[in-house]
């Protein structure tokens, strides 16, 4: 069984940026699809934004045009790129994986989950 490890999150003013990373192990192949996840308190976890094993990239519309999403292969890491930050965008981020064929921002899709980091955007 693989293990998921996130890191990098952390408080910022808005307007700021963060950079999240994903630290996958133990897995004996790449995942075709690994994502970010978010939950705010009080609130359900949402999709923020997934990258396939072939480079497809999807965000949610509340992101689009302030994250990126990548994905180094040959360290098995997922990163995402946080501009622009926004006062709503405080949440845990979690990172997530499957292997299987379809890639779309739905929970229940997901199999492997990191433990997740805290974003806390404050002014």
């Known amino acids: 069984q693989g293990q998921l490890v996130e890191s990098g999150g952390g408080s910022v003013q808005p307007g700021g940026s963060l950079r999240l990373s994903c630290a996958a192990s133990?897995?004996?192949?790449?995942?075709?699809?690994m994502a970010w996840f978010r939950q705010a308190p009080g609130e359900e976890r949402e999709g923020v934004a997934y990258?396939?094993?072939?480079?497809?990239?999807r965000y949610a519309s509340s992101v689009q045009g302030r994250f990126t999403i990548s994905r180094d292969k040959s360290k098995n890491t997922l990163d995402l790129q946080m501009n622009s930050l926004k006062l709503e965008d405080s949440a845990i981020y979690y990172c997530?994986?499957?292997?299987?064929?379809?890639?779309?921002?739905?929970?229940?899709?997901?199999?492997?989950w990191g433990q997740g980091t805290q974003v806390t955007v404050a002014s």
């Open positions: 990258m396939t094993e072939v480079g497809t990239a």
């Open positions: 997530a994986a499957h292997d299987k064929a379809v890639c779309q921002l739905r929970e229940d899709l997901f199999s492997d």
């Open positions: 133990g897995y004996t192949h790449s995942s075709n699809c």
